[in-house]
């Protein structure tokens, strides 16, 4: 598969350059030439298809010719060491995605692109050397996909102070090939520090540097995966039992009212940045069985008011409840546009923007009425779908659980009383942080690399 930027046809890249660049020469984002389509026999049985062999299929066309099957196969099985059950709480579904290291979505995409890299990577002369800039969440998760992979080490900076305790012991509780930098400053200085060093040519000579943002299309493409599985498991109604990290209290509420069997799926995207709805929308070109998404957002609504009004305006980004939503110009609307028009776009997505006092009701509510734990990410997503009670299709509704709700209980548990913690996060606790702290200063940045 070749790979353009959204700004220019100009120039092709193979999956391993537009992995490693992240960024376009040109600023754009890397898109794949086209969306490529499951075979028959894929799409026929996607409800009986273990979730790696489903990975395998789906990313097999991206990676194809750099990626040797066997080596793909072993990849998914590492990479993808968590379920991501599919289960009905009242009258609809959860795609519960919480399931992995850090108890959140971004787990799958950066589990991926840290042993994609590995290997496309196998055999150069110099170690790869990742810078990330983070607000909490994405530092987490990449640090955790890169941990003990060979031939790379990872850079992570983050806000010293304006991140959860939680966070901090995800980032900077490694060790290993794993260095966190605690910034004197904003997640913004993180970002432009992290820039300065990518852009720093004396410093370019001496590391192989690269970058692991959420544009990276490593991340995106293993988050069709998800999407394909649910859709499958919907339409054939093999739904999952509670898995062990489910976060129940209580029995679940009425489940008669699932709607499941015949229809594709309608699928509920919390989103921010929009990565992991492009990675809906491309699993749904591919051909699995999704006939549509809600793209929920919370206040920060830029994309809502697009499919609204046909008019794109970034905003400023507002704080909300449901912070790793808080994107007020998405990156990823370069990339959905890119591939489709406005008019695609809203026959595909249906867009509702929720505020955080709806968000922390609709929290309380699932809890009193099926005892489910919604993290407020999932929250706008459940209510987004409550907003559009009536003017959905008929078919299976999917909200997608993006975090675990014990990361946020802050939020959750005023509102429901204790959340069970799974193991997983329990034992990042006991972390101790180790982590050195710098100026918002590139001379201070650079001294630390050097
Ligand atoms: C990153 C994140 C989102 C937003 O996902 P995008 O791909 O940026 O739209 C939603 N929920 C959680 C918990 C996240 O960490």
């Not at 991501?84 to 290291?101: I, K, Q, S, T, Y």
């Not at 509670?242 to 209290?249: C, H, I, K, L, S």
């Not at 099926?370 to 078919?395: I, K, N, T």
Request: glycine share 10%.
């Amino acid at each position: 598969m070749r790979y353009y930027s959204t700004r220019s046809k100009a120039e092709a890249v193979s999956f391993a350059a537009a992995a490693l660049t992240g960024l376009a020469p040109d600023g754009g984002l890397f898109v794949p030439e086209e969306i490529p389509q499951y075979p028959r026999y894929v799409t026929a049985s996607l409800g009986s298809m273990g979730f790696h062999a489903i990975a395998f299929e789906t990313i097999k066309p991206y990676v194809q010719g750099e990626i040797p099957d066997p080596v793909l196969e072993d990849l998914v099985l590492q990479a993808f060491s968590f379920s991501a059950p599919l289960l009905p709480v009242g009258d609809r579904l959860m795609l519960e995605l919480f399931h992995g290291p850090t108890a959140a979505f971004k787990d799958f995409g950066a589990r991926f692109m840290a042993r994609a890299f590995s290997y496309v990577r196998r055999g150069a002369e110099k170690p790869l050397h990742i810078l990330v800039a983070t607000s909490g969440d994405t530092g987490g998760a990449v640090a955790d996909g890169f941990y003990g992979i060979e031939g790379i080490s990872v850079t992570v900076l983050y806000p010293r102070g304006r991140v959860s305790p939680l966070q901090e012991r995800q980032i900077a509780g490694l060790g290993g090939n794993i260095s966190a930098l605690a910034v004197e400053g904003s997640f913004d200085d993180c970002q432009r520090l992290v820039k300065a060093a990518l852009g720093n040519e004396s410093l370019k000579k001496r590391l192989a540097l690269s970058s692991a943002n959420s544009i990276n299309v490593a991340r995106l493409i293993p988050q069709a995966v998800y999407y394909a599985a649910a859709a499958g498991k919907a339409l054939a109604g093999t739904l999952d039992p509670d898995g062990e990290a489910t976060p129940r209290v209580k029995d679940r509420g009425a489940e008669g009212g699932v709607r499941s069997g015949s229809t594709p799926l309608l699928t509920v995207v919390p989103s921010g940045n929009f990565g992991n709805l492009t990675a809906g929308l491309y699993a749904m070109k591919m051909g699995a069985p999704i006939q549509g998404f809600i793209a929920a957002t919370n206040i920060n609504k830029t994309v809502p008011d697009y499919l609204a009004s046909g008019k794109y305006e970034a905003r400023v980004s507002q704080a909300t409840i449901s912070n790793a939503m808080d994107v007020g110009a998405p990156s990823n609307f370069e990339r959905m546009t890119a591939h489709w028009s406005y008019e695609a776009l809203r026959k595909m997505i249906l867009g509702v923007a929720v505020a955080d006092e709806d968000t922390r009701q609709a929290i309380r509510r699932v809890h009193d009425t099926c005892g489910y734990f919604l993290d407020p990410h999932g929250a706008v997503g459940w209510e987004a779908a409550d907003r559009l009670q009536g003017l959905l299709p008929p078919g299976p509704l999917a909200v997608l659980a993006t975090a675990h709700p014990a990361k946020f209980a802050e939020t959750v548990e005023p509102l429901t009383g204790p959340v069970p913690v799974p193991l997983s996060l329990k034992k990042v606790m006991e972390r101790r942080v180790d982590a050195r702290i710098i100026p918002a200063d590139i001379t201070a940045l650079l001294e630390v690399l050097s």
